[in-house]
């Protein structure tokens, strides 16, 4: 059954599209089930702001008590404005600049996730140029296939993240020689949307190898950071709005080896966000193509790129024709002058018409916040199931 209900439906018709529409009670239960799965363990969870920087979704977040990773000085900023405290963030990122880093010095954040030796080296002067002590986590790149699409893999040999295993030797001795860098944790990412479990899996094996490499050479780690991925069901957004979180600790509760003391971190991201929000889009024009009929949006790749950049799916929904049976394809197309601006192909829908709203779902995680404004488009609204 669609969240979206006749009231609901009414009352979404009445307000101008494009916008988001949050319902934050979806958010809620989903924090709600992560606290349950983590309650009584050393996990804690930092929520990867990338995802939706949204006030009212970041205030939400926050109350429920969760930390946050970040990867640029302006996330950091947003982070500490929305009341997370310094200690509470982790800053990760290939690039971090040196204001960045300063910056996140300066504020006394709770760790550098460094991604590089070269990395490391500047992370050290600059503390060092400050009277600090840099508190950081060597990032590492696991070399695991995270088997999801290649532009949100992160953990292969070929990407740019991560220092790789082969580096460990220098890595090891600068650690040694650097006196304004203090080790306190491992950091992993492999990559995003992963639905195949065994992937966790794989990595806990690597993460417990390379413990094992660390405590040989006398390294004292505080904690390990696994970083996010957890993957939703962008097919079935009603059917399963909470992501199953139970089997996804479960992973890492039963492969992953803690040490007496140590912490396990986390950084999700879309499992968290996702399913709280749809774009909401009207239809402007039912154009008759020669093998497709086109259903033309106020919403284009410029409200919601992940389509266009990683072909990805969403649901696209005829929210106002519900009642109907859907039993006619169309291409749902956006404004934007470029041919990649399509939301779907081949779409099973009621008989379209102008004006009808359509709901594009589990828009929540890399939605809103990879808005732009190419084309000069206005910026896309959003809009909260207790506000209407
Ligand atoms: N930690 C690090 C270091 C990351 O790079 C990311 C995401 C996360 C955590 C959170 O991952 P999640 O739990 O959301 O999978 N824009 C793309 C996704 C890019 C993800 C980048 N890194 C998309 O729309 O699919």
Excluded at 80 to 87: R, T
Excluded at 152 to 170: A, M, Q, R, V
Excluded at 227 to 241: F, Q, R, T
Excluded at 275 to 291: D, P, T, W
Aim: aromatic residues 10%; negative net charge.
């Amino acid at each position: 059954m669609s969240m979206f209900n006749t009231d609901i439906v009414e009352k979404l018709e009445a307000i101008p599209t494009p916008f988001y529409y949050y319902d934050l009670r979806i958010l809620n239960q989903t924090l709600n089930a992560i606290q349950q799965e983590v309650q009584g363990l050393p996990y804690l969870v930092h929520y990867a702001i990338k995802a939706n920087t949204n006030t009212k979704v970041l205030e939400q977040i926050h109350s429920a008590g969760f930390g946050v990773d970040c990867v640029s000085g302006n996330e950091i900023n947003c982070a500490l404005n929305h009341g997370f405290k310094a200690n509470q963030i982790a800053f990760a990122g290939v690039g971090k600049s040196d204001s960045e880093i300063k910056f996140g010095l300066e504020k006394g954040i709770f760790t550098f996730n460094i991604e590089s030796i070269p990395e490391l080296l500047v992370v050290n002067d600059l503390a060092k140029s400050m009277g600090k002590i840099a508190p950081i986590a060597i990032r590492f790149n696991p070399n695991i296939n995270a088997k999801t699409h290649h532009y949100i893999t992160t953990g292969l040999e070929e990407n740019k993240f991560g220092i790789n295993f082969w580096e460990l030797d220098s890595l090891f001795e600068f650690l040694r020689k650097l006196d304004n860098v203090n080790l306190l944790g491992l950091h992993f990412h492999i990559g995003s949307q992963i639905t195949d479990m065994s992937v966790f899996k794989s990595l806990c094996n690597r993460v417990n190898e390379l413990q094992k490499l660390f405590k040989e050479k006398s390294f004292a780690i505080q904690h390990i950071n696994v970083g996010g991925g957890l993957g939703v069901n962008y097919h079935e957004p009603d059917m399963d709005a909470i992501p199953d979180f139970k089997t996804f600790f479960s992973v890492f509760k039963q492969f992953l080896d803690l040490q007496q003391g140590q912490e396990l971190h986390f950084e999700l991201g879309r499992s968290i966000v996702a399913q709280c929000a749809s774009l909401m889009s009207r239809v402007l024009y039912v154009k008759e193509g020669i093998k497709t009929n086109f259903v033309i949006l106020d919403a284009g790749m410029t409200e919601l790129i992940r389509p266009a950049l990683y072909q990805s799916y969403h649901k696209v929904e005829n929210i106002s024709k519900q009642k109907q049976e859907s039993n006619l394809k169309y291409d749902v197309v956006g404004p934007i002058c470029e041919s990649s601006d399509c939301f779907g192909k081949a779409i099973l829908m009621p008989h379209t018409e102008r004006n009808d709203l359509i709901a594009i779902r589990s828009t929540g995680a890399y939605g809103e916040v990879m808005a732009s404004s190419y084309n000069l488009r206005d910026k896309v609204k959003a809009i909260y199931h207790d506000e209407i």
